[in-house]
């Protein structure tokens, strides 16, 4: 048998630490929607996050979410399944760290896959606004369009970028992936966020998990 005092105790301290974890987000939005300028509204519902979140997130732009912890595997948490996957709408993966900027020099991870592309459609508005924007493709990834005719797509939109191949040199894609990204000093990557999962599709395939549990910059994502 279980404890009712034990039960009373536990529900106490869920409370509690729902509501200090309420109070420092709405602290942490005040000060930033503050300084920014921009009109901002504080939504507060409760219920189960994932269903609140997707809810929600189908009537957004954006949704910015934060990276899962590092020691995840490829089993999504609920909220960014949700997020990716129940709302038909673009995330954006926060590191606990940002950069400094956002959206100057975008890297696009392209393997010609209609996740990939989805991204890019839902990142035009950043790309349009980039100063600098690279291509980054692998040789085991050219299933659709190449990394050449993307380019040639977004020389479409007026948006100049450049192409370069991804060697992973023994690594995997993921490691090596962001490794590239690095180098191209880049502070946000678009990619689609590809799984294997044929019910859910919330079992992420390797590169998309290491990227995910590793990156140290923003990440915006489709599926």
């Known amino acids: 048998m279980i404890n009712a005092a034990l039960v009373d105790q536990a529900a106490e301290m869920i409370t509690k630490l ?8 709405r602290a942490a939005f005040d000060r930033i929607s503050a300084k920014a300028g921009e009109a901002a509204a504080w939504r507060q519902k409760t219920g189960l996050e994932p269903l609140v979140l997707g ?12 990276r899962p912890d590092a020691s995840f595997d490829s089993q999504l948490p609920a909220s ?16 606990p760290v940002p950069p400094p900027t956002i959206g100057r020099r975008i890297a696009i991870a392209w393997n010609g896959s209609p996740k990939a592309s989805r991204a890019v ?11 600098t924007i690279t291509v980054l493709t692998a040789p085991a990834g050219k299933r659709g369009s190449s990394g050449e005719a993307l380019a040639t797509y977004l020389g479409l939109h007026g948006i100049k970028s450049t192409v370069k191949s991804v ?18 000093d880049a502070d946000l990557l678009v990619m689609g966020a590809s799984g294997h999962s044929r019910i859910r599709e919330m079992i992420l395939g390797g590169a998309t998990c290491e990227v995910l549990a590793q990156t140290t910059l923003p990440v915006l994502m489709a599926h």
């Open 55 to 66: 809810g929600a997130a189908r009537l957004s732009d954006l949704t910015a979410i934060g």
């Open 18 to 25: 729902v509501k200090e974890r309420t109070e420092r987000a």
């Open 167 to 184: 060697d992973p040199r023994g690594k995997s894609i993921g490691k090596a992936l962001l490794e590239h990204v690095q180098d191209q």
């Open 80 to 95: 960014l399944e949700a997020a990716l996957f129940d709302t038909g709408r673009p995330v954006l993966v926060v590191p």
């Open 121 to 131: 459609a839902e990142s035009l508005p950043f790309l349009e606004k980039a100063e």
